[in-house]
């Protein structure tokens, strides 16, 4: 008798086991089909900004945002693309601070702290979001895109409307 129970807990224990490692597998599954979603969508945004930024950004200019003003829908977040050329004599890495101006909230524009490496004369650019759900339909906010150099001086600026619809 206790023979026939020791078989019965080992088949449970295998059972358990191998749902176990189903599970799992499937997880590890779904994790790695959405990091490559998200990594196509991130790859396709930057390719998307790049074109736009090249086509567009006078030869002169330091930093240029492709619009002014934005809408994006309440909750919800769109693409601002800016480009930003080293127009120093070494490569730089500069960083982005979003300033909210007034009262706008300050998950109305998001993006990186930083850009990748800029060879003398390149351009790189960068995707922020602008957006946020801390609104009412039909506010407006203004927020100034600060760019400082290595050394943290203040390289360019751009300001930018966010409209929530």
Known sequence: MQKK?????????????????????????????????VTEI??????????????????GEKVWVHTQSIEAELGKKVDLYIGVRNMKSSPQQFSIKIVPQGNAPKDGVTGPPETDLIEPGDVK??????????ANSGDSFYYKIEIYDEQNNLYGTKTILVKIK
């Open 125 to 134: 650019p960068i995707v922020l979001q602008a957006g946020t759900s801390n």
């Open 42 to 59: 991130s790859k396709q945004s930057l390719d998307k900004a790049r074109q736009e930024i090249m086509n567009n950004m006078p030869s």
């Open 5 to 37: 129970g020791a078989i019965q807990l080992s088949i449970t224990t295998i059972i358990v086991i191998v749902i176990g490692i189903t599970l799992l597998t499937l997880g590890i599954v779904w994790i790695r089909n959405t990091m490559k979603g």
